[in-house]
């Protein structure tokens, strides 16, 4: 668990997995992960933006046709984009370093030209979380008489929901 903004999280990983598949136009391997991990105080002197402490990472990689050094030298400037005009804004990868910095976190970056590249953003850890939800006893839904209204565009998704809600006795 982290604290965060969920939707900033998202726009976090949306540019990074666009990023990816632009960089497979003949396609490859998407790769997503999480894990917890503790920076010691040695790995941080290694990496000047990391810091010793407990850590979420968030690792998006690609087998696409990765980045030379010079490219990564310029990845996290606004408006640098490797894109063709009218392809991109080159404000995706800013915007992520911009979130993750936001969130005293930082973005790692491995790439080399035809192998693809793995982007790893950290992000602290909440290390003294009380899940209250946890700790409740199980409970039947009260209700089950009322009427919902479900909008949704997504027919299939709207469906669901609806079923969903007809089983636990909705109208």
């Not at 969130?103 to 491995?110: C, E, I, R, S």
Request: with cysteine; proline share 4%.
């Amino acid at each position: 668990l982290v604290w965060a903004d969920a939707s900033q999280l998202h726009q976090v990983l949306m540019n990074l997995c666009v990023n990816a598949r632009d960089a497979m136009p003949h396609g490859g391997r998407l790769t997503i992960g999480t894990w917890r991990t503790e920076i010691d105080s040695e790995t941080a002197r290694r990496d000047p933006e990391a810091r010793p402490g407990v850590f979420v990472c968030l690792s998006v990689a690609d087998t696409g046709c990765g980045m030379d050094p010079a490219t990564m030298q310029r990845i996290f400037e606004p408006f640098f984009t490797t894109k063709e005009a009218g392809k991109g804004t080159g404000l995706g990868l800013a915007t992520v370093y911009g979130i993750v910095k936001q969130h005293n976190g930082w973005v790692k970056v491995d790439s080399a030209v035809g192998k693809g590249s793995s982007f790893q953003v950290f992000l602290p850890a909440l290390t003294d979380f009380k899940n209250e939800e946890a700790d409740t006893t199980s409970q039947t839904i009260r209700g089950g008489h009322e009427t919902i209204l479900v909008v949704e565009d997504d027919a299939g998704l709207r469906k669901f929901v609806a079923l969903g809600l007809r089983k636990l006795g909705y109208a």
